[in-house]
């Protein structure tokens, strides 16, 4: 008989499509397996997810856990939409303070990787393929619902932190198009806001005019390419610095090709 361990180990291979097509009816029934067996982990999980064990086995309420509320229409030029609820106050508590916070680094073009950088400094935590639990993956698979992108076009995800004053001054997260023919365009950015009790730390678009300050649960997505797939300078953002209070966020970068498949390219 397999452990509880072993179970949830098992539920992560199905909801991550681990070396196979990702498959929700079997990741939650193995996920409430294991929490009859008495995985605390997998018990806390579906706690999070409003699942009981048995619940985990009904097509209906797996469904509700890809649904989200429709999205407003902030801006055309660049196209901007902004999602009241879209995480429960659960699912944003078991995501602050995932993973392991570093000083946020750059991508630096002339090396090809992540260097640091005195224009955002917050910090935040990439989340490893290890640290994909199944309430991060929900989420994941709930962005791709709503952005209509499929889940291989997904950066790592990162958690997030601003302590007062910390911030991610003004920039853009499109690669330079010479990198993105090799690596792919980072097109799309969706921001999950996990908490609110600070002051501060808005997500603002200087050229866009927009100021955008979401409450627990909240998201943004922005598309940073226009129409014709070029970088939009009119996506020009940034994290603001929080006077006072944590400001906690998820984002979640996605390209047009996966970058998965680029790491391993030979050339
Ligand atoms: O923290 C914010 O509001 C902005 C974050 C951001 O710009 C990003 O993750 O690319
Ligand atoms: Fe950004």
Redesign the pocket.
């Known amino acids: 008989m397999r452990s509880g361990d072993e179970l949830r180990a098992e539920a992560r291979m199905e909801a991550v499509g681990a070396g196979r097509p990702q498959n929700w009816p079997r990741a939650l029934a193995l996920l409430g397996r294991a929490a009859d067996a008495g995985n605390p982990q997998a018990q806390a999980e579906l706690e999070v997810l409003g699942l009981t064990p048995d619940h985990a086995r009904s097509a209906a309420d797996i469904d509700a856990l890809f649904a989200f509320p429709q999205p407003e229409r902030l801006s055309e030029q660049p196209r901007l939409r902004f999602v009241r609820g879209f995480a429960s106050a659960a699912e944003c508590a078991w995501l602050r303070g995932r993973g392991t916070l570093a000083p946020s680094q750059v991508f630096d073009p002339s090396t090809g990787g992540p260097r640091l950088d005195p224009r955002r400094s917050?910090r935040s935590a990439e989340l490893t393929f290890d640290e994909l639990d199944l309430v991060t993956q929900v989420l994941r698979s709930r962005i791709s619902a709503a952005t209509r992108l499929p889940l291989p076009l997904f950066e790592p995800p990162?958690v997030?932190r601003?302590e007062p004053g910390e911030e991610?001054q003004p920039?853009y997260?499109y690669l330079d198009p010479a990198l993105a023919a090799h690596a792919g365009q980072r097109i799309a950015?969706f921001?999950l806001y996990l908490n609110d009790d600070y002051e501060g730390?808005?997500?603002a678009f200087p050229e866009a005019g927009q100021v955008?300050r979401g409450a627990t649960g909240d998201a943004?997505f922005f598309a940073n390419v226009d129409g014709a797939n070029r970088p939009d300078p009119l996506t020009l953002?940034?994290?603001?610095p929080p006077n006072r209070g944590t400001?906690w966020?998820f984002?979640q970068?996605i390209r047009d090709r996966s970058p998965a498949a680029a790491r391993q390219s030979p050339d």
Do not use: C, I, P
């Open positions: 917050n990162q997030m601003y991610f920039h997260d950015t921001l730390g808005e997500t955008v943004l953002h940034a994290g603001r400001k966020v984002s970068w």
